[in-house]
């Protein structure tokens, strides 16, 4: 099975300050990488997926922005913060026909 | 990938059987149906998932309808840590798979 390294677990950022969120997978190759966010009691919003090294799908709008340098390392970044990038961030990888895998999430307080 | 509809939350009882329903009137018919569930604070669990046929494994029981428009999850004897939200989705299987998207599940709280 995959193993999802997601990093640091808890983070607080002031407003307008860069963010880099990291994410490595161990088990599996060229996998689907996904980053989601998920608001307080809501779901979970997907924002980019990646069917592979340099390519990336945003799924929403936003201020954020995803790179995937490295087969099984997918990248969340923001070059400015804003109060409402607040949020549960969730990265996941999956196989053809597999289940999903979740890493343990970071906690991002915008500040 | 097809939208799933779900009930926003669910009880039970301690012991007993917890059966999720799931719609998915959409789906066609290379989407395979999936389950996963989230406790509070962490990343989701995957429980089960099928194309066709009903599955079973050690934690839960998918039922899907002939017509593949819906299925069910079963969790045979529900534990107060069963308690969390309970995901359906349904995405495209192959070689061509699809992104994996969430709707906002069902909160099932199991009482003692």
């Known amino acids: 099975s995959q193993t999802i390294h997601q990093w640091p677990a808890t983070l607080v950022q002031p407003v307008g300050s860069p963010l880099s969120l990291e994410c490595t997978v161990e088990?599996?190759?060229?996998?689907?990488l996904y980053w989601y966010r998920q608001a307080a009691g809501r779901g979970l919003q997907l924002l980019f997926y990646s069917v592979g090294i340099g390519q990336i799908s945003s799924e929403v709008p936003q201020n954020l922005s995803a790179s995937r340098p490295q087969d099984r390392q997918f990248i969340l970044s923001s070059k400015k913060l804003l109060l409402s990038d607040s949020g549960f961030y969730l990265c996941a990888s999956q196989d053809w026909n597999t289940e999903a895998f979740f890493g343990q999430g970071t906690r991002l307080t915008v500040v | 990938d097809a939208k799933t509809t779900q009930p926003p939350s669910m009880d039970c009882a301690e012991g007993r059987a917890a059966n999720l329903p799931c719609n998915h009137s959409?789906?066609?018919?290379?989407?395979?149906v999936y389950w996963y569930r989230q406790i509070h604070s962490q990343g989701p669990q995957y429980i089960i998932h099928?194309?066709?046929n009903n599955e079973t494994n050690e934690m839960a029981s998918l039922i899907i309808t002939e017509d593949r428009k819906s299925s069910t999850l079963i969790l045979p004897h529900a534990t107060l840590r069963d308690t969390a939200v309970y995901y359906c989705i349904v995405r495209t299987g192959g070689t061509s798979y699809g992104k994996l998207t969430f709707g906002q599940g069902t909160i099932l709280t199991v009482h003692p």
């Open positions: 088990g599996t190759s060229n996998p689907n």
């Open positions: 959409t789906i066609s018919g290379n989407e395979y």
């Open positions: 099928g194309l066709k």
